[in-house]
């Protein structure tokens, strides 16, 4: 498994784009254990954008950390979320909906953790700035402007 580079160099600032022809799944910030608090996909999402089941999912990709959580519990976490909207809700649904949703809440949600290996899957392409490399393009820039002035 790829080892996150926010993770391995969470001291140093860094801008993360993600690219797609698609458009982007919600993504949750959630904690699904004392240890874990990161991103995670609905495994319903990630179906769906593959066209898969969820047993040949876990069949062709065992090393990616599916969860369950209850459906209260992560509704708890996204509305406290300070990036919560509407739009992210893991209930995206009308009023008639939201009767039905008082009734699921008490079962689980399956959660995919969101992983740039996953990402490539969904169709994504993402880019990582480090403030290292900010500050070395800044220096080239200084470097190759500090020259006199030329002319023919």
């Given at each position: 498994m790829?080892?996150?580079?926010?993770?391995?160099?969470?001291?140093?600032?860094?801008?993360?784009?993600?690219f797609?022809?698609?458009p982007?799944l919600?993504c949750f910030h959630?904690?699904?254990?004392?240890t874990?608090f990161?991103n995670?996909f609905?495994?319903?999402?990630?179906l769906k954008?593959?066209?898969?089941?969820?047993?040949?999912?876990?069949?062709?990709?065992?090393?990616l950390?599916?969860?369950?959580?209850?459906?209260a519990?992560l509704?708890r976490?996204v509305s406290?979320?300070?990036v919560?909207?509407?739009?992210a809700?893991?209930?995206?649904g009308?009023?008639k909906?939201?009767?039905?949703?008082?009734?699921e809440?008490e079962g689980?949600v399956?959660l995919?953790r969101?992983?740039?290996e996953?990402q490539?899957?969904l169709?994504?392409s993402?880019?990582?700035?480090?403030?290292d490399?900010e500050e070395?393009?800044e220096e080239?820039?200084?470097l190759?402007n500090?020259?006199?002035?030329?002319s023919?």
């Amino acid at each position: 498994m790829e080892e996150n580079t926010t993770e391995r160099d969470s001291d140093k600032d860094c801008l993360l784009f993600e690219f797609s022809s698609e458009p982007l799944l919600p993504c949750f910030h959630v904690q699904v254990s004392l240890t874990q608090f990161c991103n995670w996909f609905l495994l319903t999402d990630v179906l769906k954008r593959l066209k898969m089941s969820s047993r040949i999912f876990r069949a062709r990709y065992p090393h990616l950390e599916v969860v369950s959580l209850s459906r209260a519990e992560l509704w708890r976490q996204v509305s406290v979320s300070q990036v919560s909207s509407a739009s992210a809700s893991p209930y995206r649904g009308n009023n008639k909906e939201e009767e039905d949703k008082e009734e699921e809440e008490e079962g689980l949600v399956d959660l995919v953790r969101c992983v740039p290996e996953l990402q490539r899957l969904l169709g994504s392409s993402i880019h990582i700035i480090q403030e290292d490399e900010e500050e070395e393009e800044e220096e080239e820039e200084t470097l190759t402007n500090t020259g006199k002035p030329h002319s023919r």
